[in-house]
């Protein structure tokens, strides 16, 4: 499953929420055709699925997102129709990521307050567990923020794997990972509190979900071994 982002869908006179020419001007044409998600119809790349005991609310941060926008009512309907007794894990992604020690260039930054203002009280609202985003090239973990400050911050199980729990919600934990492949983004010296992990390095995630656990290892793509290991508990 996918999430439409700026090279896919931004260009000039496209509708876009950015003004950029970076889909080169296919506007998602080609997207759309060869990853056909189960979206409510073209050029609407926003959906949901379920996949064990996950709902997944996958949204496109290059079409409107403002309040009252038909994304934005699509957004809250989605997330307050979550059956957390049968699906008790809510993941909230997207492109662009809402926390980022990336600025990004002096024209266009990678993280787009208006976009956080926004869009950022439902992911309070519907007790969203983990927000994943993409855009940035590398890896960041976050600890359980909302407007900029740390709610909880996770501790050490057994094995020593940081774990925030959940049984008293405090806020989503936000994951930026953009390390798949292409040339990777270096960070500042200095970072927000907010920031936890860091890293720099070619890589995947894979996720595994109990109705108990969720479970995010980030992988090293070239020595195969875990550079950051995180769950959440309820």
């Not at 109705?211 to 195969?224: H, Q």
Request: charged share 25%; with cysteine; net charge negative.
């Amino acid at each position: 499953m996918t999430a439409i982002g700026n090279h896919e869908r931004d260009y000039v006179a496209s509708e876009s929420v950015y003004i950029t020419p970076d889909s080169g001007g296919e506007c998602g044409v080609p997207y759309e055709t060869y990853f056909q998600m189960p979206t409510p119809a073209k050029d609407k790349p926003w959906y949901s699925i379920e996949q064990g005991s996950v709902h997944f609310t996958v949204i496109s941060t290059e079409h409107d997102w403002s309040q009252n926008s038909e994304q934005y009512e699509w957004m809250k309907s989605d997330m307050a129709s979550v059956d957390r007794t049968r699906t008790p894990w809510l993941i909230f992604t997207g492109h662009r990521p809402m926390y980022s020690s990336v600025h990004g260039g002096i024209f266009l930054k990678n993280v787009d307050e208006n976009f956080v203002k926004n869009v950022e009280p439902l992911l309070m609202e519907n007790k969203v567990d983990l927000a994943l985003w993409g855009h940035v090239h590398n890896y960041e973990r976050t600890c359980a923020v909302y407007q900029k400050e740390c709610k909880a911050l996770p501790t050490k199980d057994a094995s020593g794997i940081d774990t925030y729990d959940n049984t008293n919600y405090r806020a989503p934990v936000h994951a930026v990972i953009g390390m798949a492949g292409f040339t990777l983004d270096k960070f500042p010296y200095v970072a927000d509190e907010w920031s936890l992990v860091r890293t720099a390095e070619f890589g995947y995630v894979r996720v595994h979900a109990t109705r108990n656990a969720l479970t995010i290892e980030y992988v090293n793509a070239n020595t195969r071994k875990l550079e950051d290991s995180f769950q959440i508990t309820r």
